[in-house]
């Protein structure tokens, strides 16, 4: 009987965990707004992080930056569509600490279409720079082939609203994968 009651309340609590409310941020851009949902349960390290950010307006210069289509990365074997924001440049972003790598095997997240993710480059580096998946990206996940370390990117979040302006920030003219006019981000905690 002990054992059925405390499964029961474990139950309950996943349950009570899966109904609590995200927190929702607003991305305003000169093209449009994207509302994207930060999933503090699954992905709590790197949720708290970019919350944080946005709190302490680490992102007031942010910008979408880069873009990776199958048209600019005609030398990569393994090929992705996102698009890349942040801080852009390496001082900014060198002054802000790295975080412990969630892993998408540790989270369960996946690299679907419109997931929130963390830019990173050895695991433990991720901080300010992240980027929106266009089309599911398995080779992004925990095992993927696109970092040649296996561990994969740190998925957050998601696209509530607003694949199509990251749609067309993803097809705006590019050089070397560079936008040639970053698009300006204001990022917000939504409230209701």
């Known amino acids: 009987m002990r054992i059925?009651?405390?499964?029961?309340?474990?139950?309950?609590?996943?349950?009570?965990?899966?109904?609590?409310?995200?927190?929702?941020?607003?991305?305003?851009?000169?093209?449009?707004?994207?509302?994207?949902?930060?999933?503090?349960?699954m992905a709590p390290v790197t949720a708290k992080n970019f919350l944080e950010h946005i709190a302490t307006d680490t992102f007031i210069e942010a910008v979408f930056y880069r873009v990776v289509r199958h048209d600019n990365q005609p030398d990569n074997s393994i090929q992705i569509e996102v698009i890349q924001g942040g801080l852009f440049y390496d001082e900014k972003v060198e002054q802000h600490k790295g975080i412990q790598h969630e892993t998408t095997k540790a989270t369960g997240l996946k690299h679907l279409d419109g997931t929130v993710s963390m830019a990173r480059n050895e695991p433990g580096t991720a901080s300010t720079?992240?980027?929106?998946?266009?089309?599911?990206?398995?080779?992004?996940?925990?095992?993927?082939?696109?970092?040649?370390?296996?561990?994969?990117?740190?998925?957050?979040?998601?696209v509530l609203e607003g694949m199509d302006v990251v749609r067309e920030i993803q097809?705006?003219?590019?050089?070397?994968?560079?936008?040639?006019a970053p698009v300006k981000i204001i990022l917000s905690i939504k409230k209701e």
């Open 4 to 41: 059925l009651i405390t499964g029961l309340i474990v139950i309950f609590q996943n349950l009570s965990a899966s109904c609590q409310e995200l927190p929702v941020v607003k991305m305003q851009t000169s093209l449009g707004d994207i509302i994207v949902e930060v999933d503090t349960i």
């Open 129 to 158: 720079e992240f980027f929106i998946c266009i089309g599911n990206q398995p080779e992004l996940d925990y095992g993927g082939k696109r970092n040649p370390d296996g561990k994969g990117f740190a998925a957050f979040g998601r």
């Open 171 to 180: 097809q705006l003219p590019d050089e070397g994968q560079y936008l040639k």
